[in-house]
Structures are given as structure tokens and as C-alpha cells.
């Protein structure tokens, strides 16, 4: 079973859609939790942390299930930039290794 | 800060080279991870070091892969042979060693394994 576990999709919603993205961890020792961004032929890039009590920022939300070890990231009215590949990240404390889902890839059609 | 520094950027050759690919972290960063990257297996965490130290290199395929962080300024991810099997995209990332920093990319190096 892998670390990180995401569906690799591809979503494809029109603009203004609102969209979800699940994914679910196995080390519960897990500390901390990340959403990347990937553009095609790019680095993976920060999008948002993802905290304990959820958090929000602009059109996007995630939000932290420790119980049943499941993150989550929604987009709301989503626009042709968003499309991309979104990366669920969990970091464990003791040694800080950071590990990567596969990845969502978003398409966003006008 | 320049950011996270690969070298090089695109790299073509022959199957049986030794390949050696290069990273620079960012100043006062003391966490360094080393990635590749397929479509078929998504980013895989192939070793890390925190301050120089290698913690943790289960996921380095097989011998034929080595890696050295001789500094805190340094590391290279070498392969030999190489195999075609190798082509992929290698990510360097650094970070400040704790749970809720987050890393930083490189802009990755493109092997090719022809």
C-alpha cells in the first residue's frame, strides 16, 4: 500500500465548476500536510498547508481528518489557470521526510 | 535566494555512462531531499538528508544508485550504468528540517537514457 494515496483522475469541469480532491495517509505518526501545485514540464510548487482546523485561502479550502487520516482540497470557482496536477504531501515528525501522493491532474475547459 | 539549483537540466546518454546529476540547496536550509519522477510511478522519495547525513535511502532502486552530500551547499545523485529504465525527471527539494516546513523545488534534471 502506498504512503500516499490519491485519485490520479484527470478531473475535467468547466469553469466556475466547484471541485473536490481526497487523500488518504497511512503513517498516522504523520505531523504535517501540504497541497503542491504541478504545472506541466514543472516543478511541484506550495499551495497551501493544510492545518488541524481547516483553513481557507481565496478558492481554496482544505481540510484534516486525523481520525480517519484523510485530507481533502476544494476549489471553488475554478478557473482555466487552476488546471494543473495537485499533490497531496504528508510529512512525519521524527525524521521529516516528506512524501508525495501521485497526484490529481485538473483540467479546467472554458 | 537563487532558489533550489539542478544540474544540468536536460541530460542524454548512452545506456552503460555514469550519469552524475547535481544539486545546491537553499542557504541555511539543512533538509535534502532527492526525487524522480515518471508518469508511471509519480514522485518517488529516492533519499534524503538532514545535515548532510543520509537518514533514510530506501527508496534508491537499486545499487547501481548512489548519492553524497559532502556540504551543507552540495549534493549529487549518481548513477552507473545507467539503463534506459532510469529516464525520468530527478527533483532536488530542500527545507528546513521539521514537521511543519514545507520544501522547495528545483527545477528538476531530464534524463535520458538512450
Known amino acids: 500500500r502506498k504512503e500516499v494515496e490519491q485519485d490520479p483522475g484527470p478531473f475535467n469541469v468547466p469553469e466556475g465548476a466547484t471541485v473536490a480532491f481526497n487523500c488518504t495517509y497511512s503513517?498516522?505518526?504523520?505531523?504535517?500536510f501540504f497541497w503542491y501545485r504541478q504545472d506541466c514540464r514543472k516543478e511541484p510548487k506550495l499551495l497551501m498547508s493544510?492545518?488541524?482546523s481547516g483553513n481557507e485561502d481565496g478558492r481554496f479550502t482544505a481540510q484534516l481528518n486525523r481520525a480517519s487520516q484523510y485530507i481533502s482540497l476544494l476549489i471553488r470557482d475554478s478557473k482555466l489557470s487552476d488546471s494543473a496536477t495537485y499533490l497531496c504531501v504528508v510529512r512525519d515528525s521524527s525524521a521529516s521526510k516528506i512524501i508525495f501522493g501521485s497526484g490529481t491532474r485538473l483540467s479546467i475547459r472554458p | 535566494d537563487a532558489g533550489v539549483i539542478q544540474s544540468p537540466r536536460h541530460e542524454v546518454t548512452e545506456m552503460g555512462q555514469e550519469v552524475t546529476l547535481r544539486c545546491k540547496p537553499i542557504?541555511?536550509?539543512?533538509?535534502l531531499f532527492w526525487y524522480r519522477q515518471t508518469m508511471m510511478r509519480g514522485l518517488e522519495l529516492l533519499i534524503y538528508?538532514?545535515?548532510?547525513?543520509?537518514?533514510?535511502d530506501s527508496g534508491m532502486p537499486e545499487d547501481r544508485f548512489s548519492a553524497k552530500m559532502p556540504n551543507a551547499s552540495f549534493s549529487t545523485l549518481k548513477i552507473q550504468p545507467s539503463e534506459p529504465r532510469d529516464s525520468a525527471v530527478y527533483f532536488c527539494?530542500?527545507?528546513?528540517?521539521?514537521?511543519?516546513?514545507?520544501?522547495?523545488f528545483g527545477q528538476g534534471t531530464r534524463l535520458t537514457v538512450v
Open positions: 527539494a530542500s527545507s528546513v528540517q521539521g514537521a511543519n516546513t514545507e520544501a522547495f
Open positions: 503513517n498516522s505518526a504523520s505531523q504535517s
Open positions: 538528508f538532514n545535515n548532510n547525513v543520509p537518514i533514510d
Open positions: 493544510v492545518y488541524s
Open positions: 542557504s541555511g536550509h539543512n533538509s
